[in-house]
C-alpha cells in the first residue's frame, strides 16, 4: 500500500481556539483503497482535524493536499464537491423526506426546469442497490431505522464521487447486527478504491476493519500505525498516555480496609441491570464508604452506567436492590428519596441552570424534595450556601451570582454543593475533574475522599485512569458497553493492569463473575 | 464624580428603567395634548380621572399577563386565556341571568365560584395536553383558544345575554375605598400570584424549568405537574379578567369578550423583561409592560389618532420599545458612555423587587 501516492496529506496542521491549542502540528495520511481508523480520547482533537480537513475551521498552520494538489476548503459543500464526504455520527439527513429526496436533495436531476421525480427514484434505487440496500425509496427516512438511515447517509456521500469518506463515530447507536451490516459496506467501498476515516469509540471495530491507526492526544500526534503491529494495549496505552506512572497516590485514600468495607450489606446491589441500545446487563454492589471507580475509554458505557442507577434512563432488564430490599428506580425522583445524587459530565446542559444564582442552584435538589410549598428557608439556605461556598471555596463567594457567570471549576462545585446539602448515600460522578484547573481537581478529589471516610459511597467515573486509581476501593472496567472487569484496588493494581482489562475485555485475576 | 456615573448606570442598566421611560414619555405626551390629563379628582368619595381610567381599563390585561407569565417562565405560551374568559364571562352571566333576584349577592357569587370552577377544568386541560400528553404549548392551547369561542357561544346560544345586577356589575365598574374595585382585584390577584411565587419555591422551580429542563429533572424536579400547575393558574387569571370584561359592560358577548387579548398579554410579559423562552420572569414588569398597552390604546383614543392610522401606530410604538428594551440594540449606545460596569449588582436588585 505505502507504495501507493497517498490520496489525502495532512502536514503540520494547527488550529488554535483562545486558550486552547486543540491541533499542534498533527500529520494525517490516507492511503486510496484504506479504512483508516482516527483515535483518541476526549479533547484529543479528532473532531478538530476532521473539521478542519472537510473546510469548518480554516487551519491556523500547515497544509492539505489532495491527490498532490494543495486545498484549503471554505466550507463542507466545497470539501463535498472536492470529494471528501462526512457522515456524521447525529445522521444529518432530513427524517420527514422521503428516502430517494434525502438522496438527491440540492442536486435533484432535473427535466425541463422542473423535478425528474421517476429519474430521481431509479437512480436512488441503483444506488442504494450497490450496497446492497433494498428499500422503499419513496418511504419516509424517518420510518426506517438509524442503521438504515446511517447507510443511507452514505450511499449520499459516495454518490458525490466520494474518493474520502469520512465516518465519524457511525456505529455509537446501531446494534450487533447493523454494525456487521454497516462494516460489510465499508469493505466494499474500500474495495472499490475509497479512502475511509474511521471514527470510533470501539476497539474491536477497529480491529475487525481498520488498516491502519492513527493516534491523537492532548492536539497532537502520538503516531501512525498498521493495526496489525499495534497491539491493544499498546493503542490504549498511547491514547491515554503513560505518564500516570509517575504520579504518587494520596497519602491514605485506598489503605482502608478494603474488606471491612466489602463486609457489610452492599447499599445498592444492581443485579443483571442493563438497558437495551445503552449497556449491556451489568452485576455491581456499592458498599457505604466505599469508592467504585468506573474506567473505560470514551463511549463505552460509563455514563450509562450511572444514568440507571439514577433513574435517569430506565433500565429495562434486571434489578435493583437499595439495602438489600428490592427497588424500582424509574425517574431521578425515586433515586433521590433513596439517598442517591448524580453529577453529571454535562455541567451546562444537565446539571445546572445557567440563569440561576448559585444560591439557587445549590438548594435546587433539596428544594425539589420538600416540594415547593415547603420553601427551604431563606436562614436556612444562606446558612447552607454560606458553608458550601466556603468549603468547596466556590469563587467569586457572591451567592447572587448567576451560576453561568462562573468558570467550569467553580459551576462543578456548585454542582457537588447541590448534592452534599441532600447528604446523600451515594454520590455518583461523572468526570468531575475534567475541564477544571488543577487547584480545584485536587480540591475534588480530596473532598471524594472523605466523604467516603465519612461513610458516603461514591461511584466516581473518570477518563484518568491515576485519579481513578488514587481514590478507588474497587476499579470497574468498561469496554465497549459492557462492564467487563471487576478489580480490588490493593498494592498489586496499577494502570497497567486496567489498561489491559480495557484492552483485552476481561482480565483474569480478580475478575468476578459479571 | 466615578460613584455618580455608576450609580446611574445603575439607574439606567435596571430591567423596569426602560418600560417607565416609555411609559413616563407616553403619559406626557398625553399631558401635552390634553393638560388636564395628570388631574386626579375626588367626586363622591371615588377618585376619578383619566390615570385612574388607564388603571381600571388595564386590570383584565393585568390579570391574563400575570398568568401569562408564569407560563411562559416553563418556556411555554397560552393562547386560549380569551376564549377562557369569554367562556367563565358568559357562564357567570348566564347563571345570573337565570336567577329570579339578578341583585341577590348570593346568586352572583355563586355564579363566580361555578364559572370559576369551570375555569379550573379549563387550565387543567390545557395543563393535560402540555404536561401530560406533550403536545406543544402554542398548539394545545390553540385547541382552547377556538374551542372555547365555541363554548361561549354554545353557552350563550348564540346570543348576547344582557343582565341588570348590580352586585355583578360592581366587579367591573364599581369603586371600594375610593379606588375602582377592577384595580383593587388586580392588585389582589397581583398579590395572591407574587406571594404563591415568591413566598413557596414556586418561582424558583418554575424558573428551573423554564431555564434547563433537563437539568430539572435531574435535580429531582417534578416538571409536569409544574407545567400543569401554571395552565391552571393562567385559566384562572383569565376568569378573573373574563368577569371584570363582562361586568363592565353588564353582557356577555362569546365572540366579544376577551378577543386578541392573549396578544397583549403576551405583549406585555416581554415588555416586562421575561423571555419568550422562559426561565427567569417578572411579575412587576409585567404590570409595567400591560400599563403601556393600555396607555397606548387610551391615548390612541384620547387624542383622536385617526383610527385607520390607529393600529399602524400602536405597532411603531411596540416595536420602539421592544428595541429599547433589548440589550443587544442598548450595547450599541452604552459602549460609547462608561464601561465596565458591574452587572452583578442591578440583577440582583431587579430580582429583589419581584415580590413587589
Known amino acids: ?181 454497516l462494516m460489510r459496506i465499508m469493505r466494499q467501498l474500500r474495495d472499490d478504491g475509497i479512502a475511509i476515516v474511521f471514527v470510533t469509540h470501539f476497539l474491536d471495530q477497529v480491529y475487525g476493519i481498520a488498516d491502519r491507526i492513527t493516534v491523537l492526544r492532548n492536539g497532537r500526534l502520538v503516531g501512525e500505525y498498521p493495526t496489525a503491529e499495534l497491539p491493544q494495549i499498546a493503542l490504549v496505552e498511547k491514547m491515554i498516555g503513560k ?251 496499577d494502570a497497567d493492569r486496567v489498561m489491559r482489562a480495557i484492552a483485552s475485555g476481561a482480565e483474569q485475576e480478580g475478575l468476578e463473575k459479571v | 464624580m466615578s460613584t455618580a456615573r455608576t450609580r446611574l448606570a445603575g439607574v439606567t442598566g435596571h430591567r423596569l428603567f426602560w418600560p417607565l421611560v416609555v411609559l413616563v414619555v407616553l403619559l406626557a405626551a398625553n399631558t401635552v395634548y390634553r393638560p388636564s390629563f395628570l388631574s386626579v379628582e375626588l367626586k363622591n368619595g371615588h377618585l376619578y380621572g383619566s390615570l385612574i381610567d388607564i388603571l381600571r381599563l388595564s386590570a383584565p390585561l393585568i390579570l391574563v399577563a400575570l398568568g401569562m407569565s408564569l407560563v411562559i417562565a416553563t418556556g411555554g405560551i397560552d393562547l386560549s386565556v380569551g376564549s377562557v374568559a369569554a367562556v367563565c364571562g358568559a357562564i357567570a352571566c348566564l347563571y345570573i341571568s337565570e336567577q329570579p333576584d339578578q341583585n341577590s349577592l348570593g346568586g352572583v357569587l355563586t355564579a363566580v365560584a361555578i364559572a370559576f370552577g369551570i375555569a379550573l377544568l379549563l387550565g387543567a386541560w390545557n395543563g393535560i395536553l402540555v404536561a401530560g400528553i406533550g403536545i406543544q404549548p402554542i398548539i394545545a392551547t390553540l385547541i382552547l383558544m377556538v374551542a372555547g369561542r365555541g363554548l361561549a357561544q354554545l353557552v350563550t346560544s348564540g346570543q348576547i345575554i344582557t343582565i341588570n345586577s348590580e352586585p355583578y356589575k360592581t366587579i367591573g365598574v364599581g369603586h371600594l375605598l375610593t379606588l375602582p374595585f377592577a384595580i383593587i382585584i388586580a392588585l389582589a390577584v397581583t398579590l395572591v400570584v ?73 405583549l406585555a410579559v416581554v415588555i416586562g423583561g421575561t423571555s419568550l423562552v422562559g426561565g427567569r420572569f417578572y411579575l412587576s414588569g409585567t404590570i409595567v409592560g400591560a400599563l403601556i398597552i393600555q396607555t397606548l390604546t387610551t391615548s390612541v383614543y384620547a387624542m383622536n389618532i385617526d383610527p385607520q392610522t390607529a393600529l399602524l401606530f400602536k405597532a411603531v410604538v411596540v416595536i420602539a420599545v421592544c428595541l429599547i428594551q433589548a440589550p443587544a440594540f442598548r450595547a450599541r449606545f452604552r459602549r460609547r458612555q462608561a464601561p465596565g460596569v458591574p452587572p452583578a449588582a442591578p440583577v440582583e436588585k431587579q430580582k429583589e423587587q419581584v415580590p413587589a
Open chain 2, 194 to 266: 407574587a406571594l404563591l411565587t415568591r413566598r413557596t419555591a414556586l418561582g424558583m422551580i418554575i424558573e428551573a424549568v423554564g431555564g434547563n429542563a433537563e437539568a430539572s429533572r435531574l435535580a429531582g424536579v417534578r416538571s409536569r405537574r409544574i407545567t400543569f400547575l401554571v395552565y391552571v393558574v393562567s385559566a384562572a387569571c383569565a376568569a378573573v379578567a373574563g368577569f371584570m370584561m363582562t361586568a363592565n359592560v353588564s353582557s356577555a358577548d362569546g365572540n366579544a369578550v376577551g378577543l386578541w387579548v392573549e396578544l397583549d398579554a403576551i
Open chain 1, 1 to 181: 500500500m505505502s507504495q501507493r501516492h497517498p490520496v489525502l496529506t495532512m502536514t503540520a496542521i494547527s488550529k488554535i481556539f483562545p486558550g486552547v491549542r486543540a491541533l499542534n502540528g498533527v500529520d494525517f495520511r490516507l492511503f486510496p483503497g484504506e479504512v483508516h481508523a482516527l483515535m483518541g480520547e476526549n479533547g484529543a482533537g479528532k473532531s478538530t482535524l476532521i473539521k478542519v480537513l472537510t473546510g469548518v475551521y480554516s487551519t491556523d498552520a500547515g497544509t492539505i493536499t489532495l491527490d498532490g494538489q494543495q486545498v484549503s476548503f471554505a466550507g463542507p459543500m466545497q470539501a463535498t464537491a472536492a470529494g471528501v464526504s462526512t457522515v456524521y455520527q447525529e445522521v444529518n439527513l432530513l427524517p420527514n423526506l422521503s428516502v430517494a429526496e434525502n438522496i438527491f436533495i440540492g442536486r435533484e436531476p432535473r427535466r425541463l426546469g422542473s423535478v425528474n421525480w421517476r429519474e430521481m427514484r431509479r437512480r436512488a434505487k441503483e444506488l442504494l442497490a450497490r450496497i446492497d440496500l433494498h428499500i422503499d425509496v419513496t418511504e419516509l427516512l424517518g420510518s426506517y431505522s438509524l442503521a438504515v438511515q446511517q447507510m443511507v447517509a452514505i450511499a449520499r456521500a459516495v454518490d458525490v464521487n466520494a474518493r474520502v469518506l469520512i465516518l465519524d463515530e457511525p456505529t455509537s447507536s446501531l446494534d450487533a447486527d447493523e454494525v456487521a451490516q
Open chain 1, 243 to 493: 505518564e500516570l506512572d509517575a504520579l504518587e497516590r494520596l497519602d491514605s485514600e485506598t489503605d482502608r480496609d478494603r474488606a471491612a468495607i466489602a463486609a457489610g450489606e452492599p447499599f445498592v446491589a444492581a443485579d443483571g441491570l442493563g438497558r437495551t441500545g445503552s449497556v449491556a446487563p451489568f452485576s455491581l454492589t456499592i458498599h457505604a464508604g466505599e469508592v467504585v471507580g468506573l474506567a473505560g475509554l470514551l463511549g463505552s458505557g460509563r455514563t450509562e452506567v450511572a444514568r440507571l442507577f439514577f433513574g435517569a434512563d430506565r433500565a429495562d432488564q434486571g434489578r435493583l436492590a437499595v439495602d438489600g430490599a428490592p427497588a424500582t428506580i424509574r425517574n431521578p425522583v425515586a433515586a433521590i428519596d433513596r439517598g442517591v445524587a448524580f453529577c453529571s459530565e454535562n455541567r451546562r446542559t444537565e446539571g445546572l441552570v445557567g440563569e440561576l444564582s448559585v444560591r439557587e442552584n445549590i438548594i435546587l435538589a433539596m428544594q425539589a424534595a420538600r416540594g415547593w410549598l415547603r420553601p427551604v428557608p431563606r436562614r436556612k439556605q444562606d446558612e447552607l450556601v454560606e458553608r458550601y461556598i466556603k468549603a468547596l471555596s466556590i469563587r467569586p463567594a457572591n451567592p447572587d451570582m448567576p451560576v453561568r457567570n462562573l468558570s467550569g471549576g467553580n459551576q462543578q462545585k456548585v454542582l457537588l454543593a447541590r448534592w452534599l446539602i441532600t447528604e446523600p448515600r451515594l454520590l455518583i460522578l461523572d468526570e468531575p475533574t475534567r475541564g477544571i484547573d488543577i487547584g480545584a481537581k485536587t480540591e475534588i478529589q480530596r473532598l471524594v475522599a472523605q466523604l467516603s471516610d465519612g461513610g458516603m459511597a461514591v461511584l466516581f467515573i473518570s477518563a484518568e485512569l491515576e485519579e481513578v486509581l488514587r481514590l478507588s476501593h474497587k476499579v470497574v472496567v468498561m469496554r465497549d458497553r459492557r462492564l467487563v472487569a471487576q478489580l480490588d484496588n490493593d498494592d498489586t493494581l
